[in-house]
């Protein structure tokens, strides 16, 4: 593990905040969130620009420290779509990763919120 990366933490404050006061949202925010963390996956998997996610409708801002340092994504599992027990959306995923010539397979978890854009980062705990 890398450490917490310190750049996250106002990303990851808003998203808590945010999703404290969102107590009844919905299967459909679970789906959409869903949908989103895929949609920026796949994106990142073809090898796109982050750009082309703030495009979509809602706009989509996805946060992944491997993928800004250039790392590849080879593919991707969804494995479960759940509320933390603060109330924010989040979505377990297992990633294969190709970085400086090495692959590795890592699990990792994205929290999210979905307000007028979505906003998916990954927890340094994870």
Same mark, same amino acid.
């Given at each position: !593990?890398?450490? /917490?990366?310190? /750049?996250?933490?106002?990303?990851?404050?808003?998203?808590?905040?945010? $999703?404290?006061?969102? @107590?009844?949202?919905?299967?459909?925010?679970?789906?959409?969130? &869903?949908?989103?963390?895929?949609?920026?996956?796949? #994106?990142?998997?073809?090898?796109?620009?982050?750009?082309?996610? !703030?495009?979509?409708?809602?706009? +989509?801002?996805?946060?992944?420290?491997?993928?800004? &340092? @250039?790392?590849?994504? +080879?593919?991707?599992?969804?494995?479960?779509?759940?509320?933390?027990?603060?109330?924010?959306?989040?979505? $377990?995923?297992?990633?294969? +990763?190709?970085? &400086? @010539?090495?692959?590795? #397979? *890592?699990?990792? #978890?994205?929290?999210? #919120?979905?307000?007028?854009? *979505?906003? +998916?980062? &990954?927890?340094?705990?994870?």
């Amino acid at each position: !593990m890398l450490g /917490h990366p310190r /750049h996250l933490w106002p990303v990851l404050s808003a998203l808590v905040a945010l $999703a404290a006061g969102c @107590g009844s949202e919905s299967q459909q925010d679970l789906d959409l969130v &869903r949908d989103s963390v895929e949609a920026a996956l796949e #994106t990142w998997k073809k090898a796109e620009r982050g750009d082309a996610l !703030m495009s979509r409708s809602p706009p +989509i801002k996805f946060h992944d420290d491997d993928w800004q &340092r @250039g790392a590849r994504l +080879i593919d991707y599992e969804l494995t479960k779509t759940y509320r933390d027990t603060d109330g924010a959306p989040r979505c $377990a995923v297992t990633l294969s +990763i190709q970085s &400086r @010539g090495k692959s590795k #397979t *890592i699990k990792v #978890t994205y929290q999210a #919120t979905t307000s007028s854009k *979505i906003v +998916i980062a &990954r927890d340094p705990y994870s």
